[in-house]
């Protein structure tokens, strides 16, 4: 459950070229089912627009989200966190295209895609390292605002910060859509599939993660046992975004549903699940997710908090992020205690102690019997 240094001999891009080893270039999506907005200018609101919400298929390009800007001004200028892991020599400026879907009613003004780079223990913020002038298909590059989806795109050039990064190391990536003009148009623009042609000779790029929908209250349960996943909360306070948000598909193969409840940067939060006891008596508590070493602290009911210190070593450790010869992101088991719990529904929370600034939460399983931890596998599963 912890952020631990690279283990020798586990170098995540050995197992990479192991796994996806190939040659040429491919497309690599940068955002398509999560729009999480990280700066936000000129009194434009942001909102993600789910389709299975709305029941409005067209509000996404592709996929079932997308980002929706409207402001009065005509100057919808955001930055999105997390984009995408991204290694700038797979990205060679003047060579490279980006490209984007749209829809508006209204605005025929002009962006600049930049994309912005954060390294951890390199960079102290995220670096303005890439940028491209998008062409909307109107006249001069202009968006079409006729209320129908439309290609912009352009060609990535090196930004000021471009040297600041490392060019063989993988960045976090954010996108940053900037107007250059259009001022004055009130107006409803929908963002869908940023994404880019990534030259490699090495590893083609990993599919975009997939969207996993919380299902609060859901949980699995066989003989002496109940498990639940962290995104399927009740109640919590857990931002949204954040480090920990899966990249890709592989990253979610890791995880117990593909996902999990998780925030950085952060401190003060909690989460309240509601399991459901099959049978009266004394459990063991096991917790499966990642987390720095400060302490947390969770309960049953009204039953007396009780801690955890994060300094046993965790069990069954998984590696869900690389990143070379610094630091990797591992999902692992650790036992949290023990609690006598009745039958029927029960209250379980979690709250973060002060100082606590990252955390992320795969599943968790109670449990009778005893219990070897094997990756996201339940109990009763072979």
């Known amino acids: 459950m912890r952020l631990r240094p690279l283990a020798a001999g586990l170098g ?11 040659l040429g270039s491919a497309d690599v999506i940068l955002l398509d089912e999560y729009w999480v907005p990280d700066i936000v200018v000129n009194e434009v609101e942001v909102a993600e627009i789910d389709t299975l919400e709305t029941g409005e298929a067209k509000d996404a390009q592709s996929g079932e989200c997308s980002a929706l ?7 919808p200028n955001v ?18 295209d980006v490209k984007l879907w749209y829809r508006t009613d209204a605005w025929t003004g002009k962006w600049t895609l930049g994309i912005w780079a954060y390294r951890y223990q390199v960079t102290e913020r995220p670096m303005d390292v890439l940028q491209a002038e998008l062409d ?20 990535l050039v090196k930004s000021p910060e471009y040297d600041a990064v490392p ?19 009130p107006h409803h623009t929908y963002v869908d599939r940023i994404e880019i042609d990534v030259v490699t000779d090495e590893t083609p790029p990993l599919e975009a993660a997939r969207r996993v929908r919380p299902n609060p209250g859901a949980q699995a349960a066989g003989e002496d046992w109940v498990w639940w996943e962290g995104e399927d909360a009740v109640e919590h306070t857990f931002p949204p975004g954040g480090a920990y948000l899966p990249h890709n598909v592989q990253e979610q193969a890791v995880l117990s549903n593909g996902a999990w409840l998780q925030f950085h940067g952060n401190e003060g939060q909690g989460a309240k699940w509601e399991p459901v006891i099959p049978e ?17 602290r969770w309960r ?8 955890w210190d994060g300094n046993q070593e965790p069990l069954d450790v998984q590696l869900y992020r690389g990143t070379d010869d610094e630091w990797d992101v591992t999902d692992a088991w650790s036992r949290l205690g023990e609690v006598d719990l009745a039958v029927g529904k029960q209250t379980f929370e979690m709250e973060t102690s002060p100082g606590l600034l990252s955390l992320a939460l795969d599943c968790f399983l109670i449990t009778k019997n005893d219990f070897t931890p094997r990756g996201s596998k339940k109990p009763d599963e072979p």
């Open 12 to 22: 995540p891009a050995a197992a990479f070229l192991a796994l996806f080893s190939a």
């Open 69 to 75: 800007l409207t402001n009065e001004t005509g100057w």
């Open 79 to 96: 930055r999105f966190r997390n984009g995408a892991s991204l290694r700038l020599n797979e990205v060679p400026a003047g060579e490279s």
């Open 136 to 155: 909307g298909g109107g006249a001069g590059g202009t968006l079409l605002a006729d209320d129908e989806w439309h290609e912009a795109k352009g060609i």
């Open 167 to 185: 060019e063989d190391k993988p960045l976090t990536i954010f996108v940053w859509l900037r107007p250059t003009d259009g001022w004055g148009v």
């Open 280 to 296: 009266a008596g004394r459990y063991t508590v096991w917790c499966r997710g990642v987390v720095y070493e400060e302490p947390f």
């Open 300 to 307: 049953f009911g009204v039953q007396p908090w009780q801690g």
